[in-house]
C-alpha cells in the first residue's frame, strides 16, 4: 500500500544533465516536500509546496527547482548537475493540519 | 527559524535495556513533535508524536516526553529488541502550515 512514490530508486548521471525526480501521492495532501539526506547532516530541505502551482525555497534550494502542476505530483529538478549533489532525495507529503509526514522510498543519486 | 539539536548520534545499548534519545528546539512557538525511525535502505517511518498541549505519549514500549519550559522532547524505548536498531530522527514544527525542521538523527543499535 505505497503512498508516496519516488519514480527511480537508484540514478546515475553525468555532471551537466538535466535531471527529473519525480514524486506521486495518491492521499490528497495538500503539502508536498523534497529534502536531501546526507550522512551526519540528517534531513534538509530543499522545497516545498503548499498547493499546485505553489512553491517555496527551503533551506538549500541553490541549484535546484520544482514545478507542481498537479495535486498529486512534485517534481524536483537539477538543472545543471553537479558532484555535490550526490545524495539521497526523499519525497514527503502531509495534510495541512499538524500531521506528520508520509514519506518516499527515496532515489539515491550519483552524479558522475 | 526554528532549530532542533539531537543527542547523541550514536547510541548502543543491550537488549532488554532502555534507550533515551534527546531533543531541543529553540523556537517556543513549536507545537507538533515527531519522531521517524528509518530502518537501513528504508524510508523515514512515523512512530510517535507529540502536541504541545501533551506532556507525555506512550504507545507499548515507546514514549515521548516533552518539557515545554526547557524546550526540550525525548524519546525513551523500553525492553529495547534488534529490531528498535535503526536511525531515529526528532523534528519540530512551528504553529501554521510550516515544515518539519529535523535533528541530525541517532543510530541505535540494540546488541543482543
Known amino acids: 500500500d505505497v503512498k508516496v512514490t519516488q519514480s527511480s530508486r537508484y540514478l546515475v548521471k553525468r555532471t551537466g544533465e538535466k535531471v527529473f525526480l519525480e514524486c506521486v501521492q495518491d492521499m490528497d495532501h495538500e503539502n508536498m516536500f523534497w529534502y536531501r539526506q546526507d550522512p551526519g547532516l540528517g534531513l534538509r530541505l530543499i522545497y516545498f509546496?503548499?498547493?499546485?502551482?505553489?512553491?517555496e525555497k527551503g533551506d538549500i534550494p541553490e541549484g535546484y527547482s520544482v514545478s507542481r502542476e498537479k495535486k498529486e505530483r512534485f517534481s524536483l529538478i537539477l538543472e545543471s548537475a553537479s558532484t555535490n549533489q550526490t545524495s539521497m532525495y526523499l519525497c514527503?507529503?502531509?495534510?495541512?493540519?499538524?500531521?506528520?509526514?508520509?514519506f518516499g522510498s527515496g532515489t539515491r543519486l550519483t552524479v558522475v | 527559524g526554528e532549530n532542533v539539536e539531537q543527542h547523541p548520534s550514536t547510541l548502543s545499548v543491550q537488549e532488554g535495556d532502555s534507550a533515551v534519545i534527546k531533543c531541543t528546539y529553540s523556537?517556543?512557538?513549536?507545537?507538533?513533535f515527531p519522531w521517524y525511525k528509518q530502518e537501513l535502505g528504508k524510508r523515514p517511518q512515523l512512530i510517535i508524536d507529540i502536541r504541545s498541549n501533551v506532556g507525555e505519549k506512550k504507545d507499548q514500549r515507546i514514549a515521548v516526553t516533552l518539557n515545554k519550559t526547557a524546550k526540550h522532547f525525548s524519546l525513551h524505548i523500553t525492553e529495547t529488541q534488534p529490531e528498535d536498531s535503526a536511525v531515529y530522527f526528532c523534528a519540530a514544527r512551528l504553529a501554521g502550515n510550516t515544515p518539519l525542521v529535523f535533528g541530525k538523527g541517532t543510530r541505535l543499535s540494540v546488541i543482543a
Open positions: 523556537d517556543s512557538a513549536s507545537n507538533y
Open positions: 514527503a507529503s502531509s495534510p495541512q493540519t499538524p500531521y506528520g509526514y508520509t
Open positions: 509546496s503548499y498547493d499546485v502551482k505553489m512553491k
